[in-house]
């Protein structure tokens, strides 16, 4: 069973810095790309950023970009997320998602809540 | 960007109806569209990739249709478990794009 657990969300200040973790379980994680998804509350899905398999190919939303950095280990079946900069419009529940090969989301973690304020 | 419009925004039926949700992109995407369900304070669920591919273990009386800029998710007969918000997404090209959501209630 395909599992996806993420942590790391939390309160913080504006103009702060979080890492989000995604752990991952119950497939082979290095052969897939994974991304991040948030939803701020009240409001619909945002796609965040991806990662190839091998870390080659990384995208971000213009919204993030220059301020988030993903990342994978591959060796410990990990996602990350480094967010710096952080505003009140990055407050969301943050998604990891395994993109089984067509750009859709086949797998789900349960979210981890980001809480940008002062 | 490609822009996802979805509509209608929400919709209020009754168990047993038959259930029409649309999803028109402001480019072609081919068949680059899938359907997500979500539950309130949970993770959305993929229902359909592929524009109608079924996803493992999702119902049979979801479908999908369309290609190109107009899609469809249609639930041929609502249970008291579809209640819920839906999303459609495109794969077609980075940004990933979803709809605004269509609220389904009960009437």
């Known amino acids: 069973e395909v599992q996806l657990v993420e942590s790391g969300g939390g309160l913080v200040k504006p103009g702060g810095s979080l890492r989000l973790s995604c752990a991952a379980s119950g497939f082979t994680f290095s052969s897939y790309t994974m991304n991040w998804v948030r939803q701020a509350p009240g409001k619909g899905l945002e796609w965040v950023s991806s990662i190839s398999s091998s870390s080659r190919y990384i995208y971000y939303a213009d919204s993030v970009k220059g301020r988030f950095t993903i990342s994978r280990d591959n060796a410990k079946n990990s996602l990350y997320l480094q967010m710096n900069s952080l505003r009140a419009e990055d407050t969301a529940v943050y998604y990891c998602?395994?993109?089984?090969?067509?750009?859709?989301?086949?797998?789900w973690g349960q979210g981890t809540l980001v809480t940008v304020s002062s | 960007d490609i822009q996802m419009t979805q509509s209608p925004s929400s919709l209020s039926a009754s168990v047993g109806d038959r259930v029409t949700i649309t999803c028109r992109a402001s480019q072609s995407i081919s068949s680059y569209l899938s359907w997500y369900q979500q539950k309130p304070g949970k993770a959305p669920k993929l229902l359909i990739y592929?524009?109608?591919s079924l996803q493992s273990g999702v119902p049979s009386r979801f479908s999908g249709s369309g290609s190109g800029t107009d899609f469809t998710l249609t639930i041929s007969s609502l249970q008291p478990e579809d209640f819920a918000t839906y999303y459609c997404q495109q794969s077609y090209n980075t940004p990933r794009t979803f709809g605004q959501g269509t609220k389904v209630e009960i009437k």
């Open positions: 998602a395994r993109d089984p090969s067509g750009g859709w989301y086949a797998d």
């Open positions: 592929a524009a109608s």
